[in-house]
């Protein structure tokens, strides 16, 4: 892994694998608001997903929207966002003993609430707006297949309801055994299963819809414009110099939104923020698959992994598609070679296959035949970015002046960017301490300590507790109310 996390990240590349969310492009996916970009501006904002989207949102509600630049390197929402899985899901409970033993219990609590908070506030931003984005609020079930993970996750929950309150919205869990999770979700081979409150996003549509907003206030979007280099201005110690392909412009401030790419512009966080390709898969579902749809969207846990499901909703373009991703591991050496890359041009063929392949295996006997036109609609890549404590990073970079960041996202960033980029904008405007304070993660905060920090693998994610235990973190004692139970059957690969 020291390998694979020392690698400097590329630009983004050209001509990536073509994203299910993104056909057909919409009429921003290249725009430019001037023909030239401008000499000097306030503020740039370098990237367009949604963190980029909801810092200029946000930025631009709270000051002058005259000189707000932002700069992205292919079209509008090309990058993870654009790429990902469509789920709006916390999974809260699966970091949450991890969060206490490293954060302290307040802490946990914090994350665990931002986390929610943040998955109702994008979906209450798209109704308020009239953003149409495919967004559905519902139940997401977690399938468990391995004993360990079963017996940490009602562990987990227990300590959650215990810090949080029984009452607390982001302490609310329902367990199945392996019987009721077979006859509610059609998965056979459970131990069981957890079930909570998330939802479901075109992710794309919504940030083409908050920077619709952004535009109409003001911000000056230039697309196809990478930026290659960010140095200090001749014209003083707090001015900046944005370099890129089509020329150089001055900012007073610079705030890079570029998750997974961003050692390429600030090389501190090389080895800090390390990439990682994932890749997801737009299915037609089988001939014996409800046909109004899923009821709720799905993760399938075992020993060393995950995938992760969406059922497209009703009223959508597609509704009805199961968009499935995950399988990291599939590949050798458990994805070892997935980490470091930023090639979303490629796809690992074990890796793709998997995927492919998983919805079919887990629903087994309930799947049927596949569509006639073919199971796979679309299948694509997108390059994540993860962070040495495995918690995102978000503030000014140390020892500069107006030089900020929020990026890291830990493959969550449609449960951490949307409040996270209040949170960064409220920084920027001095008003930390009384802004942000109560419910904003100190674990999130940039800092010098975590520029020290090594790259030690995803955490967090949420490894198995045995191979937690082989690394010598302290055991978790599993409840007695909570016994182990024998090992579930994990659908078989094809």
Known sequence: ???????????????????????????????RTTSELPESVSTIIIGSGITGASIAYNVLDRSDASSVLMVEARSTCSGATGRNGGHTKAASYR?????????????????????????????????????????????TV????????????????????RILGDEDVAAQYKFYDASETAERFLTDGA?????????????????????????????????????????????????WTVKTRRGSIEAQRVIMATNGYTAYLYPPVKGIIVPLRGTVAAQRP??????????????????????????????????????IGGCSTKAPEEGLYEWGTTDDT??????????????????????????????????????MGYSSQGFPLVGKAPGEDNLW???????????????????????????????????FPR???????????????RLHEKAPMDLELKAGREAQTVPEEFPIRSQGTMPPST
């Open 191 to 239: 131990l069981g299963s957890v079930s909570y409150e998330a939802g479901s996003i075109n992710a794309y549509k919504f940030v083409i819809g908050v920077l619709g907003l952004a535009l109409t206030k003001g911000l000056n979007l230039q697309t196809e414009t990478p930026v290659l280099e960010i140095c200090r201005s001749s014209g003083g110690q707090s001015r």
């Open 1 to 31: 892994m020291d390998e694979r996390a020392a690698i400097v990240p590329t630009l983004p590349r050209l001509n990536p694998t073509s994203s299910y969310w993104q056909g057909p492009p919409h009429r921003i996916s290249t725009h």
């Open 286 to 323: 089988g001939s014996k698959m409800p046909k109004e749809g899923l009821k709720t969207t799905y993760s399938f846990i075992y020993g060393n992994g995950y995938e992760y499901m969406i059922s497209r909703p009703p009223g959508s373009r597609y509704a009805g598609d199961l968009i």
């Open 95 to 139: 970091a949450f003993l991890d969060n206490v033993r490293d954060q302290g219990e307040a802490e946990a609590a914090r994350i665990a609430r931002f986390e929610y908070r943040n998955i109702k506030a994008v979906h209450a931003f798209a109704r308020e707006h009239k953003i149409e984005c495919d967004s559905w609020e519902g139940d």
């Open 142 to 161: 977690d399938i468990i297949y391995e004993v360990n993970q079963w017996n940490r996750a009602r562990q987990a929950v227990s300590e959650m309801r």
């Open 443 to 457: 674990a999130f905060r940039m800092s010098e300590s975590r520029l020290k920090d090594k790259f030690r693998g």
């Open 405 to 439: 960041i929020a990026a890291s996202f830990q493959g969550s960033g449609m449960v951490l960017c949307f409040l996270t980029a209040k949170a960064l904008v409220t920084m920027m405007d001095g008003e930390d301490d009384e802004g942000i304070i109560d419910w």
């Open 346 to 383: 490629a796809m690992d063929p074990e890796i793709g296959q998997y995927v492919r392949d998983s919805a079919a295996n887990y629903f087994g006997s309930q799947w049927g035949e596949d569509n006639p036109d073919g199971r796979i609609r679309k299948q694509w890549t997108g390059i």
